[in-house]
């Protein structure tokens, strides 16, 4: 018979470790917070994705290092997976600077959990980014407005350099699918890794401004 | 011990019966010859399609002569509509469809409009994916020359009024004294569980497929009405009037026409029996979980078919809990999807994203019992909600 009868046989999609995570998340939120269990909130992504996200964290007001990390997430699999490995990786050894947790990136998220389908990485790894964003707000909540660094823009088409912020500017101002912002943005849409980013960056904005 | 598996997609696709299986095998078996070979052997693999067509034509109360062999419901899809828009668009390039059809269809139609210039009306749905006759008879303009609707959809189990749309069509055709709009139906879901008389439904094309009814992949048929004209979308062999050409899979078409005999003769008394499970099984679904609701009409739809959203939870989330549970369903969720869309069946209901995320498909077959349901019934509660506690949507409040 075929080898999918042996043992070699895969049943599953993603990595072992995204399984692990998958069905045992860790720290997720799973009661409703309390105003003295975190000193800062973040979120990201757009139900429209079919990714929502949100962090709570509690920064030690001393070192400012994380050292409780909490989540909820309307996400599929390999989203769930991606967050529960990013608190913990943000939590571990007496927790991480807020500094080292801006320079997190969704490639090392992606790294430790053994990889993930190509098609899912840009829409399930949101972590990073709430993550960014709930750091933003500590600095806001303890006044330290210096620190603040808002999301930088990222360069999607790196030949027509078009950013995502060319492509909300596009959506803001009438486009309404993904030819019409590449008629206004002049993104190569032949390209297809450029193609699948700026189809999902449409979506969101879509959704977003609708 | 085995492990516990539940199959319940019965929609995608369906374990070939043993029986089929056998006639497969016995069909190879026998090391026959081309269909189109002169030789002892050539014509034993073309008595077997020949027989295998009057099965099928019986099936449908068709003649013979009326059966194209294809590759699949897709490609029958494909040659019932490119086949009627190449040959007939010196008559007019407008053809009428549904937001709901299958992307056999939708696709198809698509390019016709991108590359060769057709206009396509794709009719709305009601809230249960519903489309009326009297809704396809005022789109009808003079230089439509086809109308598609499919009998059932695959994933919210909807049944169109086909029959009822085809008088509708005849009818104008009479007044008018014309041949045209051509009427054509994908009714790859409703074969073995809905009347497929073309006389009674009134269709002049039609799809179906042997993967959906217990039969092999890799085969389907195309019924197109005895004076209805059709060209070939592909070229290379006088196989199946031209229309299909390339070497017949006998053992194929063989085990397809088994498969047809088989579901026919057991449709009565499993449709009762499925419709009383899906019944079941959908009114506690409905009652043991809460900020659920059931997509698709809740009494014209397909005896197999269970859709329901829980809202608040991600369906792949749900599909991957069940399938540890050794329970195997679908959804229509965008992560589930090659494209990251979410289902364009369920957004066309008029519901949030957040629905069509959240919706699951559970499809019955010849093999579930009502044991089956009930563990799932077991289960199923629990994941939601634990789910449903990792989810930043609070569904009390939307």
């Known amino acids: 018979m075929t080898d999918l009868e042996q043992d070699n046989f895969q049943p599953w999609f993603y990595s072992d470790i995204v399984r692990e995570h998958f069905f045992h998340p860790q720290n997720f939120l799973d009661h409703e917070i309390k105003i003295d269990e975190y000193n800062a909130m973040g979120r990201a992504g757009s139900p429209a994705c079919g990714d929502e996200l949100r962090v709570w964290l509690w920064v030690d007001g001393d070192d400012e290092r994380i050292k409780k990390f909490y ?52 829409c399930s790894v949101l972590s990073d980014k709430a993550l960014r964003d709930a750091v933003n707000d500590y600095y806001r909540r303890t006044q330290q407005f210096d620190k603040i660094e808002p999301e930088a823009t ?28 590449a008629q206004k943005t002049k993104v190569h849409l032949s390209d297809p890794r450029v193609g699948q980013e700026v189809a999902q960056l449409v979506r969101f904005y879509l959704e977003k401004y609708q | 011990m085995k492990k516990r598996e539940i199959y319940l997609d019965y929609a995608a696709t369906t374990p070939t019966d043993p029986r089929v299986l056998e006639v497969m095998v016995d069909v190879e078996r026998r090391g026959l010859g081309n269909p189109s070979s002169m030789h002892m052997k050539g014509k034993y693999a073309r008595d077997i399609i020949e027989v295998s067509r009057s099965t099928v034509a019986q099936t449908l109360g068709a003649h013979p002569d009326e059966i194209i062999f294809t590759g699949s419901g897709t490609e029958s899809d494909n040659l019932a509509i490119q086949g009627i828009a190449r040959v007939h668009k010196t008559h007019g390039k407008h053809i009428i469809s549904c ?71 005849d009818k104008y055709r009479k007044e008018h004294q014309t041949a045209y709009p051509f009427f054509h139906s994908d009714a790859c879901q409703a074969l073995g569980a809905l009347d497929m008389n073309v006389e009674k439904l009134h269709v002049d094309l039609l799809t179906i497929n042997s993967s959906k009814i217990y ?184």
Not at chain 2, 326 to 334: L, V, Y
């Open chain 1, 154 to 181: 990222r360069v999607i088409d790196p030949i027509a350099r078009v950013t995502d912020k060319d492509i909300e500017e596009a959506v803001l101002s009438g486009a309404k699918s993904i030819d019409e912002v």
């Open chain 2, 215 to 398: 039969g092999p992949k890799g085969v389907g048929a195309l019924f197109v009405r005895r004076g209805v004209k059709i060209t070939s979308i592909q070229f290379g062999g006088e196989q199946e009037k031209r229309l299909r050409p390339g070497t017949e899979n006998t053992a194929g078409i063989a085990g397809f026409a088994k498969a047809v005999e088989l579901s026919l003769e057991c449709q009565k008394k499993e449709v009762k029996r499925l419709t009383k499970l899906r019944d079941y099984f959908i009114k506690h679904v409905l009652k043991q979980i809460p900020n659920a609701r059931l997509n698709g009409h809740p009494k014209d739809r397909l005896p197999n078919n269970v859709n329901i959203s829980f809202l608040g939870v991600e369906g792949e989330a749900l599909l991957l809990y069940l399938d540890a549970q050794g329970i195997f369903a679908s959804s229509g969720s965008a992560c589930t999807s090659q494209k990251l869309d979410p289902s364009h069946v369920i957004m066309a209901l008029g519901v949030s994203h957040i629905v069509a995320h959240g919706s699951l498909r559970f499809t019955l077959g010849r093999w579930t019992k009502k044991k089956d349901l009930k563990f799932v019934l077991e289960v199923l509660p629990e994941i939601v909600t634990l789910l449903r506690s990792m989810s930043p949507i609070n569904v009390d409040k939307s």
């Open chain 2, 99 to 169: 937001v709901t059809e299958h992307p056999a269809v939708l696709e198809t139609l698509m390019h016709l409009k991108e590359r060769l210039g057709f206009e396509i009306t794709l009719l709305e749905v009601d809230e249960h994916g519903c489309v009326t006759a009297d809704q396809v008879m005022k789109a009808i303009r003079e230089d439509t020359i086809l109308v598609s609707i499919m009998y059932a959809n695959n994933e919210i189990g909807t049944i169109h009024p086909i029959a009822e749309i085809g008088r509708a069509l």
């Open chain 1, 71 to 122: 989540w909820q997430t309307f996400g599929c699999a390999s989203a769930i997976a991606a967050t529960s490995m990013t608190s913990v990786i943000a939590t571990q050894e007496n927790g991480m600077t807020l500094g080292e947790a801006r320079c997190l990136t969704p490639r090392q998220i992606m790294e430790s959990l053994g990889g993930l389908p190509t098609r899912k990485i840009h």
